[in-house]
């Protein structure tokens, strides 16, 4: 859970320190949300980044009032890889203990911002486990620019650190297209995809909804009257504002066509069977 101007896509342009310069939309857009799923009868979980539980500590509270699950998103949304092990650590457990004060409940789920575990900053899940996390939802099996580790499994499994601790891994949403890892997480793609095209995803990645599967949302990606970013690339505007306007009724009718519930939920009723050494997630390809 993060604001419009937290996103990497504007980090050339928005600076951390000129953050609260911006008008916040987060608070209001999350509570148009809560409405939405009040309405249609279901519970999520929401990562939500340190910085706005440190500012909206109401929101939170209202968040798990409703049942939702509470998760970090670390606390600056600075990328895994671009950060050294000490200020991940540092801005981690700063988030975890602000989401901990204000829940009064074990945080235990995690997920970097812009799914920043790639196979170079692999070194961070030793120190989430060392923090007290025990799932992560942070790698994302498939290629892009920004993150990805290709040929990591596509269901939940479990990772043996370099120090011997585990997490659960559960990777973000891909369907297999002619042998390639298509993402159908949600997010940009669910705005960029024909609706069609993102049930289709979903549908063939779920394995006809007998496997759990993840699916994301920002609470600015349903606000079309969030104040444009001046100086960002065409690319950034591209990924940031196309189909803001479709978002809400796409996740409405998502919503209808398949069931949703939280993270732990869902990772409890799952039998987790591969277990991988985190030495095997930095192999290039990796080993089936």
Known sequence: MEDYYHVAAFAKVIKPSEWD??????????????????????TITFFIL??????????????QTQGHEIASHGYSHQLIYRQDPQTFRRETEKSKQLLEDI????????RAASYSITRSSLWALDILAELGFTWDSSIFPTRHDNY??????EEPYRI??????????FPLTTAKVWGQSIPAAGGGYFRQYPYALSRWLFQRASDNQSKPQIFYLHPWEIDPEQPRVPNAS???????????????????????????????????????????????????????
Request: charged letters at 20%; proline letters at 7%.
């Open 160 to 169: 043996i650190t370099r120090s011997g601790a585990s997490l659960i891994e």
């Open 234 to 288: 065409w690319f950034s505007n591209f990924r940031h504002y196309t189909n803001l306007k479709r978002c809400l009724p796409r996740l409405e009718r998502m919503i209808q066509d398949f069931p949703f519930g939280t993270m732990s939920k869902s990772l409890g009723s799952t039998r987790v069977e591969r277990e991988l050494h985190v030495t095997e997630l930095a192999q290039q390809p990796l080993t089936e």
């Open 103 to 110: 829940t009064q409940a074990p945080i235990t789920g995690y």
């Open 21 to 42: 310069q911006w008008p916040s939309r987060v608070e209001a857009n999350t509570q148009r949300l809560l409405q939405v799923f009040s309405d249609h009868g279901i």
């Open 148 to 153: 990805g580790i290709p040929g990591s499994p």
């Open 50 to 63: 340190g910085w706005v539980a440190e500012r909206y500590p109401q929101l939170v509270r209202d968040i």
